[in-house]
């Protein structure tokens, strides 16, 4: 199946591409790799009257400094993250994840904020910066504004987009040498959507202690009490039996297998990161 027909505009700017979004009578959605929004075009779950090419809007294409965090332009895709393109995001972290995304191909066209507003269960950026407890930036005619990345995925393919409004960046807090990182996923094959999922930050510098679950029946659920035990116990607080507790309480409703494979992400995402080899 193909796409409806529809018009195609390349954005110069952000606020051409806002204007564009902002006219509700146009019907226009935004595209930069197309690697969510493609398909779903070609088997028609959507049909735009105009689709707004925002991939080369220098806004959205810039990694900045902004204080004590790195923004990081909604158009970066997962390769030039992954290949450090960019020196504020050469960090083990970002690169590690960005590097296990589907396949190169995709990688190669697919972006961090077209990920973000696809807002699939089992993608890699809503967990792992949820896990970094980084902000999105939202954009439309009015004005900007920000919110957590733990916050903006409300449930499947659902987020706190509202009309006429896009991703234009990512903020995220710089990754210093303190920080003790984990990203686990279990996949089918690689370059599949993770069955299971789990992401863990700590940094005694910042206070930041994190344990995200992924790859749910909604967004990302953060395992708060393990996570703290963890940052004042040490790693003899992640026993089995405390994972188990903390996954149970996270998927109340979700089957034995289900639960075993989450468990078994959270138990190798934490030994990365307190184990003696954590990165």
């Known amino acids: ?128 910066l949820s896990t970094l407890d980084a902000r999105i930036e939202l954009a439309k005619t009015g004005g900007k504004r920000q919110v957590r990345a733990s916050e903006f995925m409300l449930g499947a393919f659902t987020t706190l987009l509202e009309e006429g409004e896009i991703i234009s960046a990512v903020l995220v807090p710089k990754i210093g040498v303190s920080l003790r990182w984990g990203y686990y996923k279990l996949c089918r094959k690689t370059g599949e959507f993770a069955h299971a999922s789990a992401s863990a930050a700590f940094d005694a510098q910042t206070g930041l202690a994190r344990v995200v679950l992924g790859a749910l029946d909604g967004p990302p659920m953060a395992l708060d009490v393990l996570a703290q035990s963890i940052a004042k116990q040490g790693p003899s607080a992640a026993t089995a039996e405390a994972i188990a507790a903390s996954v149970a309480d996270a998927m109340p409703n979700a089957d034995a297998i289900d639960r075993s494979m989450h468990e078994a992400v959270v138990e190798r995402c934490l030994a990365q990161a307190l184990g003696s080899s954590a990165r």
């Open 1 to 128: 199946m193909k796409a409806a027909a529809f018009e195609y505009v390349r954005a110069a700017s952000l606020p051409e591409a806002l204007r564009e979004f902002g006219d509700s009578s146009n019907g226009a959605k935004p595209i930069a790799g197309s690697q969510s929004m493609g398909p779903m075009l070609n088997l028609r779950l959507a049909r735009p009257a105009r689709v707004v090419d925002i991939s080369r809007v220098d806004e959205l294409r810039s990694v900045t400094a902004v204080g004590d965090l790195v923004r990081v332009g909604a158009a970066i895709t997962h390769a030039e993250i992954e290949d450090g393109n960019y020196e504020l995001l050469r960090n083990d972290f970002m690169q590690y994840v960005a590097s296990g995304i589907a396949y190169r191909a995709i990688r190669n066209r697919g972006t961090i904020g077209g990920s973000l507003a696809h807002a699939d269960p089992a993608a890699d950026w809503p967990l792992a």
